[in-house]
């Protein structure tokens, strides 16, 4: 199974300061048609999960372009530019490469100074 | 818009069954796979199963192979999970989602297992 490894685990950030969350695959995350299926999810305090991002860097709709994703093979980052007091919450990158099964790193608590 | 909503959930006994069940509007429910995703209490999320466009394949995680089945029934826009054998770490909120990354979500039902 691919093991996906997020760092660090807590995140605190002052209001309108850049936050930056890394996210590691055990292996390249490249499928066999170049596609690379890493994919972002924002869990807001008793709200379920929302994609925030999908194939590294495409951002869904409604989603605010202070989020940007980037990276490549095992290395992959999600940004927020200037941090809001909405964006408290905790994400997750999740693979979805080489399943099943699935898999989510551990989440990064967000949370405001 | 796209609307995803769980229901089955509750609490149930050690070596008992559930099935939930996820009704899904807003979108074309025949074109989309479906899978179910989990979250025990005050940890991260899962993925449970999947299952393609017509029912005829079905993917689960290996912990819950041969207990559970995931099912879907087209003409009622409707995603099944049938769970037998429930132990108590299978205790979570059960989210149905859409498509192959999760694009939407559903509000969850919580299921618990305990005596």
């Known amino acids: 199974d691919v093991v996906m490894t997020q760092s660090p685990l807590s995140l605190p950030v002052t209001l309108g300061q850049p936050a930056s969350i890394s996210c590691r695959s055990s292996?390249?995350?490249?499928?066999?048609?170049?596609?690379?299926?890493l994919s972002w999810f924002q869990q807001r305090p008793g709200q379920s999960p929302r994609r925030l991002l999908y194939?590294?860097?495409n951002r869904d709709s409604g989603v605010p372009d202070r989020f940007s994703g980037s990276g490549s093979g095992t290395d992959f980052t999600l940004k927020i530019s200037r941090v809001e007091a909405e964006d408290v919450g905790i994400y997750y990158c999740m693979q979805g490469t080489h399943w099943p099964p699935f898999t989510f790193g551990q989440g990064t608590k967000v949370e405001i100074k | 818009e796209v609307h995803l909503v769980e229901s089955g959930g509750g609490l149930v006994q050690p070596g008992g069954s559930l099935r939930l069940s996820c009704a899904a509007s807003?979108?074309?429910?025949?074109?989309?796979?479906m899978s179910w995703v989990r979250q025990a209490p005050g940890k991260g999320l899962e993925w449970v199963a999947n299952?393609?466009?017509?029912?005829?394949?079905?993917y689960y995680v290996e912990s819950v192979k041969g207990r559970f089945s995931i099912s879907r029934d087209n003409a009622k826009n409707s995603l099944y999970l049938q769970m037998n054998s429930l132990r108590a770490e299978d205790t979570a909120v059960y989210y149905c989602a859409r498509g192959w990354t999760y694009e939407s979500w559903g509000q969850g039902t919580l299921v618990t297992v305990s005596s």
């Open positions: 807003g979108f074309t429910f025949s074109g989309s796979w």
């Open positions: 292996q390249s995350l490249v499928s066999s048609d170049g596609n690379t299926l």
């Open positions: 299952i393609n466009l017509d029912g005829s394949e079905k």
């Open positions: 194939r590294v860097s």
